[in-house]
């Protein structure tokens, strides 16, 4: 046999490595890349905490009942400022503890940006997918759709849906859901066309496989990065969005979420009582902050020019 | 002797070495171009365009060009990855008798056509880029395998153990991610992932042209002791002549989607026919050329494979031309896009056929200066000759060319096929 060229990393002959070990290798590698960028580490840290925070509600503001997303009322502290004995950040006009809306409002955030980010993510990637697998009149028809879709903006657009749906969170989610998906069916869309030509689709189409499985194993995988970037940055962009519609009054008053609660003490602060939507209204710029960091920091470290040539 | 991975696919009756393996006839590849906001369709690419040759059982067919003159596209074609706009590849999959419509590639029944898909395989040239960059070695080799379900689990990765010992790699890659290793490794990953079916035909596309020199002769090495081994035929995709030399038994040169010159690598070399082919060959300064032959190199662009020219497509390069070699209307417009000062007062060319034309200039002085440049020597004297007639009438240029016929390849005894008025009289 002829001598090999000298390899591109020094092999280590002793060394057992199995496909398990070495792709977790490559995890951490990856993750290892991921969190090596500061900001990053500081907007995964706020997720974290937000995180926790959504998930041990019930543990840190014992819920409602019977329902535990509506605020409870304490008639005999109405109006009383952050502070205050039993209401740490205040209550609201109508005696609403704030730190409750705080911590509760948290789940509402998280229910709604993981609903909508998740239906929103099927529908692109398969109208996306539909669109560059299958082309022709199909895709020009789905691809104009989406054009007047990214023609109209985000806010306007969810606004008129839900609007048109009437005031209530769950037609927030809907017209969010309706408005979101353009986004990832055009990058989908974009990035099945890049990759049905590349080479590695062609060898596996040379040994035979079918088209479902090239799509599965070879363009989907390889597709899906930008995806689960702009998912990210999602997750941040729709509270931001589903706070602006429950400020405009398109929810139910008297839930937990926050741009309910920015709504209704907004009131207040010309009489000097701030607190009421000031907590809430940091806390959708920190989880709006939060994951747009993450995200930023995920398209900069996943960038397909670094990624595989490191 | 040659060993075989899989007795269950041979069939010894119809594996006989210098059977015809491949056949392409006629083949054609028109890209459209399209434009404008409705997308219609303004002309081709005639990328390949009427091409035919024979591939044996066990041998290397070489074939070489110049970038763009098609040989992806055609070796795409046989590797049935793209569809032909017409002709036909035909492939030998056991069948017995000689190739027939039946072989069609694109009209197979499907358990011919599965043999096919076994039977040829490719390797690209880009060896990072025809890896998928997340799957390990092991899953990349092992995938033929497993789509033909020939195995799985603890045998298929000691098949691919075996694939890579037989590439020159081992059993420590099984476990490693294309981007870990270097050029020259990945093609042989590649390489490995084309045998893992014991095919008889590897369509290899440029596949050491991204290499540096000293690995490229290791790939080469390697794939020549695969060929012995296996009874392999290749297609060797290439434009550099000196590996043709190296590694093909057959030579096939194509210029602008046709085949120029075809024949026995060592009749190639010896005695080119084509002017295009001598022009390659000269261009190669490490070849032990004839010193007393005359030298042509290559000079000018290549034209636009939407319009070729008539006849002969290299007479608008070639240091021999004839009058014969298909002079047009066409040449004088190249010429005009190739001047911008002749070609400004231009106002319209009404065609009357590919042979004759009135040219309007907006001014009688513009008409004869190119009235003066057809007649001087910035045109070949073979165009001169051509010509017909030429006159200016006001601010109006008429000229008419001598028609020629098609040049077709011509039989030049023991295999050997060129494209060329000269050929065969020429030496
Ligand atoms: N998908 C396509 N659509 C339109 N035109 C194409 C397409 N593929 C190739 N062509 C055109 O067809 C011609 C032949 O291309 P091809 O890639 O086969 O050439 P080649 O001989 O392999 O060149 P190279 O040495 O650069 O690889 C070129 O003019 C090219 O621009
Ligand atoms: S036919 Fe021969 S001589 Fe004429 S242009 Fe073509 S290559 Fe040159
Ligand atoms: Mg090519």
Redesign the interface.
Known sequence: ?????????P?D?LRH???F???LR?YREISGTILSNPTTVIGLFFIIALLCMAIFAPLLAPPNVPDPYQMPRDWGAVRSPPGTPGHPLGTTNQGGDVLYGVIWGSRTSLQLSLIVVSVTVVIGVCIGSLAGLVGGWLDEALMRVVDIFLSIPELIFALAVAAILGPSFTNIILSLCIVFWVKYARIMRAQIILIRQ???V????????TRF?IFR??IL??AITPIAVQATLDMGNIVLVGATLSFIGLSESGIAEWGVLVSEGQAGIASGRWWASTFPGLMIFIWALAFNLVGDGLRDALDPKT???? | MMTMQNPMTEIATSKKAGDTLLSVRNLKKHFPIKDGVLQSTVGHVKAVDDVSFDIRRGETVGLVGESGCGKTTLS?CV???MEPTSGEVLFDTGRGGTLGPEDRIDRMSGKQK?KY??N???V?Q?NF????????V?DIVG??LR??GEASGGLLTERVVELLEQV??GR???????????G??RQRI?IA?ALA?DPDLIVLDEPTSAL?V??QA?IL??LG?LQQQRHLAYLFVTHDLSVVRHMADRTVTMYLGRVVEHGPTETIFRDAQHPYTKALLAAKPDLDDDPDAPIATLEGTIPDPARPPKACRFHTRCPVATPDCGWEVDDIVRLLESDDTLFERLSGVSRKSELEAELAFETEEAACKLWEVLRSDRVPEAMREATEILDVKGSKLNVRFRDSDEIGLRALGSGHEAACVHAGRLS
């Open positions: 046999m002829t001598q090999i060229d000298t390899p591109a990393k092999l002959p490595d199995t496909a070990t070495v792709r490559r590349a080479d590695y062609q060898a596996a189409r040379v040994i035979g496989d499985n194993r070879d995988p390889n990624e595989d040539k490191r | 795409q590797a049935g990855l599965a898909r076994r040829v395989q490719m690209f880009d880029a025809s890896l998928n960059p997340r799957n390990l092991v995938r033929p789509v033909h020159g790699l420590q890659h099984l476990y490693r991610y294309p981007h870990q290793f270097s020259g490794q590649s992932r079916l540096d000293s690995v290791q090495n390697l002791d």
